[in-house]
C-alpha cells in the first residue's frame, strides 16, 4: 500500500513538473523535461514536449533572425531612398542654379532693351523674350519646390505685405503676355493698400502668378477679371482672390485631377497650349502650407472658369516694410546710385554684363570681379561703398570670400546674390557675414534700392 501510494506521490510530482515546462514553454523559456528510468507514458508525454520545445526554440531563433535580416534590409532601403532624395535634392538645386543664372542674364538683357526706343516689331519680340523666359523661370521654380514639398523640406519666410499691391505686381508680371493676346486684365479690390497680412511674399507670389499666367494662358479672348475682397471667416475677416477668365474651361469629369502633379484638364491641353499640370498641384499645395486653400470655384466649358485663393491670416491694417521683393519690371531711375562705388563679382560674364550695365545707368560707378580672390585683392586696393556678390563662383566662393573678408576688419556692406532659392542659403549667408541676399532672377530696381539702404546713415 505505501508502495503504491509512493508511486501516485511520483507520478504526481512527475504530472506537476510537466505541467510547468508547458507553461514555461508558453512563456517563452527554452528549458528540457528530464526523464525517469521507467520510461514510461509519462516519459513519452515528457519526450513530447521537449520536441515540441525544441522546434519552437529553433523556429523562434529562425523567426528572430528574419526579423533582424528584415530590419537590416529595411535599414539598407532606407539609407538608400535618403541618399537617392538627397541627391536629387542636390541635383535640382545644382540644375536650377544653372538654369536660373543665363535667364537672369537673358532677363536683365531683355528688361534693358525694354527701355530703349523700339520699334513696335522690335518691341513685341522683346515682350516675347520676358514672357517666355518668365515662363521658364516659373517651371524650374515649380519642380524645385514640388520636390521640396515631397520632402517637407520647404521651409516659410513670413512677413508682412499688402495682399492688393502684390497682386497688382503680378498682374504687371503678365501684362506683356495678355497685351500681345489683346487680353484685358483688371483688379478690383474692396480692400485698402494698407491692409495687410502676414504670410510668406515668395510663397504667395508664386500661386498667384500660376494661377494668373494660366487664365492668361487659357484665354483666347475676352478678359481676366481679379477681385481682392475681406470675407469674413470664423468670425474674423480673411482675404479671399477670385482670378475669373473667359477661357476653355474645365470638364466635370477632369475636376478632380486639377490640383494633382502633372494632371491637366484633358489630354488636348499640352499639345495646343503647353505646359507640365505642375502650376495648380503646386500652388495648392503652397495654398494649405500658408493656411489657406485654392479651389475651383466654377467652370463650364467653352465659358471660363473661377479659382478662388483664400488666405489663412487675419487682415490688420498697418504699414508694409520696405524693401520688399518684385518680379514686375520697374525703369531704374537715373541718378538714383549717383556717386556709389560698387563692386559687382559674378562669374557668368553675361550676367555681369547686363547687370553692371543696369547699376552705371542709375549713376554708379561698377568695378568687375570674376571670383570671391579677386574681391579680395581689389577690397584690399580700392575702397568700394557695398559689394554685390556670387554665392556660386570658382576658385572661391562668395561665402568664403565675405567670411575672408570679416576677419580681416572689412566692414563694406556684402550682398549676396544667388540662383539658389534653398531655404538653408539665407541663413548660410547671414552666418558668413553678408548683410543681404537676393534671389537670381531680380528686378535691377530692387538691388538699386538695397544698394541705397545700405548708403543712408543711421538714425
Known amino acids: ?121 522690335d518691341r513685341v519680340l522683346v515682350d516675347m523674350l520676358r514672357v517666355n523666359s518668365r515662363a521658364l523661370l516659373s517651371l524650374v521654380g515649380n519642380v524645385l519646390d514640388l520636390s521640396r514639398l515631397d520632402a517637407d523640406k520647404l521651409a516659410l519666410n513670413i512677413e508682412r505685405l499688402s495682399p492688393v499691391e502684390l497682386t497688382c505686381e503680378v498682374v504687371k508680371s503678365v501684362e506683356a503676355d495678355a497685351r500681345r493676346k489683346k487680353l484685358s486684365v483688371r483688379v478690383e479690390s474692396d480692400l485698402p493698400s494698407s491692409a495687410t497680412i502676414e504670410t510668406d511674399r515668395v510663397r504667395l507670389r508664386q500661386i498667384l502668378v500660376n494661377v494668373v499666367t494660366n487664365a492668361v494662358k487659357f484665354t483666347a479672348r475676352g478678359a481676366v477679371h481679379i477681385t481682392v475682397r475681406a470675407e469674413k471667416i470664423y468670425g474674423e475677416p480673411r482675404v479671399v482672390i477670385d482670378v475669373t477668365d473667359t477661357g476653355i474651361g474645365v470638364d466635370p469629369d477632369q475636376r478632380e485631377f486639377l490640383f494633382e502633379p502633372f494632371g491637366q484638364a484633358n489630354s488636348n491641353i499640352a499639345p495646343v497650349h503647353g505646359g507640365t499640370g505642375l502650376g495648380l498641384a503646386l500652388s495648392s499645395r503652397l495654398a494649405r502650407r500658408l493656411g489657406g486653400s485654392l479651389e475651383l470655384r466654377r467652370s463650364e466649358p467653352g465659358k471660363g472658369s473661377t479659382f478662388r485663393l483664400t488666405l489663412g491670416t487675419p487682415i490688420e491694417n498697418s504699414p508694409v516694410a520696405a524693401g520688399s521683393e518684385s518680379n514686375g519690371y520697374v525703369s531704374p531711375a537715373p541718378g538714383v546710385l549717383d556717386g556709389v562705388r560698387i563692386l559687382l563679382a559674378d562669374d557668368h560674364p553675361d550676367l555681369r554684363m547686363a547687370l553692371g550695365r543696369s547699376l552705371k545707368l542709375q549713376g554708379a560707378t561698377v568695378t568687375f570681379a570674376r571670383d570671391g580672390s579677386e574681391v579680395l585683392s581689389l577690397v584690399k586696393n580700392e575702397t568700394f561703398d557695398v559689394v554685390v556678390m556670387d554665392i556660386l563662383m570658382p576658385v572661391m566662393n562668395g561665402l568664403q570670400a565675405t567670411r575672408a573678408l570679416r576677419a580681416d576688419g572689412h566692414l563694406v556692406p556684402v550682398i549676396a546674390i544667388s540662383a539658389d532659392t534653398a531655404p538653408e542659403m539665407r541663413a548660410l549667408t547671414s552666418d558668413a557675414g553678408c548683410n543681404a541676399q537676393m534671389i537670381k532672377p531680380f528686378d535691377p530696381y530692387d538691388l538699386a534700392q538695397l544698394i541705397r539702404d545700405f548708403q543712408r546713415p543711421a538714425m
Open 1 to 121: 500500500m505505501s508502495d503504491s501510494k509512493g508511486r501516485l506521490e511520483f507520478d504526481r510530482h512527475r504530472v506537476e513538473v510537466l505541467l510547468e515546462r508547458l507553461e514555461r514553454l508558453a512563456s517563452g523559456e527554452s528549458t528540457r523535461l528530464p526523464l525517469s528510468p521507467e520510461r514510461d507514458s509519462l516519459d513519452a508525454i515528457a519526450h513530447a514536449v521537449n520536441v515540441i520545445g525544441d522546434e519552437l526554440h529553433y523556429t523562434t531563433a529562425r523567426a528572430a533572425e528574419a526579423e533582424r535580416l528584415r530590419a537590416r534590409e529595411y535599414q539598407v532601403a532606407k539609407d538608400r531612398a535618403e541618399h537617392a532624395n538627397e541627391a536629387k535634392s542636390v541635383f535640382l538645386r545644382t540644375a536650377s542654379h544653372e538654369i536660373r543664372t543665363p535667364i537672369a542674364a537673358i532677363l536683365g538683357i531683355a528688361d534693358q532693351l525694354a527701355q530703349s526706343v523700339l520699334s513696335e516689331d
